[in-house]
């Protein structure tokens, strides 16, 4: 049986929130407890506290473990959040994630503990995305007095990840783009260095006024740092196209025929209250050996003064 209590979040989810039901129903401590039947002479009952213990001391805090991950790169990445986020859960249906479980954590993935080089490969490419779901889900743990450490260590943990967001822009958590009061919350431990850069990625993603300071753009891309293109292209009738998209950034498309060729480079983003950032449109080709490039910037005007970019046609 290769699949544990904290692998994903079916079973907090479920089992948690019945054991909740079922304690709230008879206003009682209920025992919860995890039957192991993976091997049938051996099945065991384990209280969720024991096994929660169990499985991060031998698979989340092993060495062994994380070694084999980081060989996975970007997926093995996207595990190591996944853990943080799934603990997050079990914290917030029962009382047995512990202020050491989460120490380990800062301990193993932000220190390196075991000096496997984690905290570089979490800062890497696209696994920074779970670096700054990691380091966020820290933050909103000790946010919710779920994890009650010193502010040095939530220093240390604030700046990893508000470095990784101004980097690479918010990842797709509620830790980065849309718990705003946790957001708010978390920059007085950011160093004013680089506290405007970070406030700036945070309100072109959320567009919430908290983090709005004078000559800022409700364009998502406006620094030139696009998180996801897409291009399309159709060549004499011939279909051939790319389009690769992060962050909820899709791609447009263009179309021709008859030996008529048509580009479109644009980009099309969502931020959390519904904001669209920059959408590119081709018209039709009106004849043969005709070239159209229509670039067009749909803005909206946030609650604040902003920069608006004028809608263009050429």
């Known amino acids: ?14 089992w948690g929130g019945l054991y909740n039901a079922m304690g709230y129903i008879n206003n009682a401590d209920i025992a919860f407890n995890v039957i192991k039947y993976g091997e049938n002479v051996n099945a065991s009952i384990t209280e969720i ?11 989340y805090y092993n060495p062994q473990w994380i070694k084999a991950m980081m060989e996975q790169d970007y997926s093995g990445a996207s ?15 029962t009382d047995k994630v512990t202020n050491r479980d989460w120490d380990n954590m800062v301990s193993v993935y932000i220190d390196d503990k075991y000096n496997l080089g984690v905290k570089d490969f979490l800062t890497t490419g696209y696994n920074s995305y779970s670096m700054i779901s ?16 010193n502010d040095e260590t939530l220093t240390k943990v604030a700046n990893i990840w508000a470095q990784s967001v101004i980097d690479n822009g918010v990842a797709c958590c509620d830790c980065s783009c849309g ?15 680089i506290l405007s850069k970070l406030k700036a990625k945070l309100y072109q993603a959320t567009q919430d006024k908290t983090f709005y300071e004078d000559g800022f753009s409700n364009d998502p891309n406006a620094d030139g740092e696009i998180n996801g293109t897409g291009n399309d292209t159709n ?10 998209g992060e962050n909820g950034t899709n791609g ?42 229509t670039n067009a910037t749909n803005t909206t005007q946030p609650e604040t003064p902003t920069n608006i970019t004028p809608l263009l046609l050429s």
Request: negative net charge; aromatic residues 10%; hydrophobic residues 25%.
């Open 49 to 59: 506290g024991q096994y929660l213990k169990r499985e991060m001391n031998t698979r």
């Open 79 to 93: 595990y190591m959040s996944k853990f943080a986020s799934n603990l997050y859960g079990w914290a917030t249906v």
């Open 134 to 149: 990691m380091t966020g889900t820290l933050l909103t743990a000790a946010y919710d007095n779920k994890w009650k450490t």
């Open 1 to 14: 049986n290769l699949y544990g209590v904290i692998d994903n979040d079916d079973y907090f989810d479920y």
């Open 252 to 293: 447009s498309s263009g179309g021709s025929s008859n030996g008529t060729t048509n580009q479109t480079n644009g980009t099309e983003g969502t931020s959390g209250n519904g904001t669209n950032g920059t959408e590119s449109l081709v018209p039709d080709s009106p004849n043969n050996n005709q070239t159209n490039t």
């Open 235 to 244: 060549i004499n009738g011939t279909d051939a196209g790319n389009s690769t």
């Open 179 to 193: 718990n705003i009061m946790m957001l708010d919350w978390s920059l007085k431990y950011v160093n004013p260095d």
